[in-house]
T-cell receptor, first 115, second 114 residues
Framework: AQSVTQLDSQVPVFEEAPVELRCNYSSSVSVYLFWYVQYPNQGLQLLLKYLSGSTLVKGINGFEAEFNKSQTSFHLRKPSVHISDTAEYFCAVINGGTSYGKLTFGQGTILTVHP | EPEVTQTPSHQVTQMGQEVILRCVPISNHLYFYWYRQILGQKVEFLVSFYNNEISEKSEIFDDQFSVERPDGSNFTLKIRSTKLEDSAMYFC????????????FGPGTRLTVT
């Protein structure tokens, strides 16, 4: 069975600083990888995805992530964060061998951007 | 931009009562999902629905749960006899077609069982 581990439950950072949110997954088959963001009292919004091709993927709001198959990681990065990036971020995986595509989520990382 | 909607935003019910959570997926999507998030825990998969039948369900999705797409636009989750541990945020999601793996989530329904 696949699983997703987000190594940091909370990440505090100052505005305009870079940030990396870490995600590792375990799966015996190929996977599709996603990052979702959840702002307070809102639903989950897709930030970016890796399905195939280039291992560096860019998403909305200046975020990017790099798929590393050998390290089974999909870390999320942003070179300069804003106060508005304060939210909870979820890494998620879909088993590439299935058609129905259930998402398995990590525990979430709360990113807090301080002025 | 089309979006997934869910009603109600918050539902309070007493233990043992039946609740129906409603979702309107994006109109041309073919795959539908329910997830839940207990406060402080990770988002968990409940069930997926395709071609008018359940395609996959988790261990959480026992006989107390059912899903339905009654009219081609709504997608509902019914809990027959709620328990305290059913208190959670329930998210509906939809996906366009097989080759497109992105799921689009609704804002959620917060279910509180007292």
């Amino acid at each position: 069975a696949q699983s997703v581990t987000q190594l940091d439950s909370q990440v505090p950072v100052f505005e305009e600083a870079p940030v990396e949110l870490r995600c590792n997954y375990s799966s015996s088959v190929s996977v599709y990888l996603f990052w979702y963001v959840q702002y307070p009292n809102q639903g989950l919004q897709l930030l970016l995805k890796y399905l195939s091709g280039s291992t560096l993927v860019k998403g909305i709001n200046g975020f990017e992530a790099e798929f590393n198959k050998s390290q089974t990681s999909f870390h999320l990065r942003k070179p300069s964060v804003h106060i508005s990036d304060t939210a909870e971020y979820f890494c998620a995986v879909i088993n590439g061998g299935t058609s129905y595509g259930k998402l398995t989520f990590g525990q979430g990382t709360i990113l807090t951007v301080h002025p | 931009e089309p979006e997934v909607t869910q009603t109600p935003s918050h539902q309070v019910t007493q233990m043992g009562q039946e609740v129906i959570l409603r979702c309107v997926p994006i109109s041309n999507h073919l795959y539908f999902y329910w997830y839940r998030q207990i406060l402080g825990q990770k988002v968990e998969f409940l069930v997926s629905f395709y071609n008018n039948e359940i395609s996959e369900k988790s261990e959480i999705f026992d006989d107390q749960f059912s899903v339905e797409r009654p009219d081609g636009s709504n997608f509902t989750l019914k809990i027959r006899s709620t328990k305290l541990e059913d208190s959670a945020m329930y998210f509906c999601a939809s996906r366009w077609r097989q080759a497109h793996y992105e799921q689009y989530f609704g804002p959620g329904t917060r279910l509180t069982v007292t």
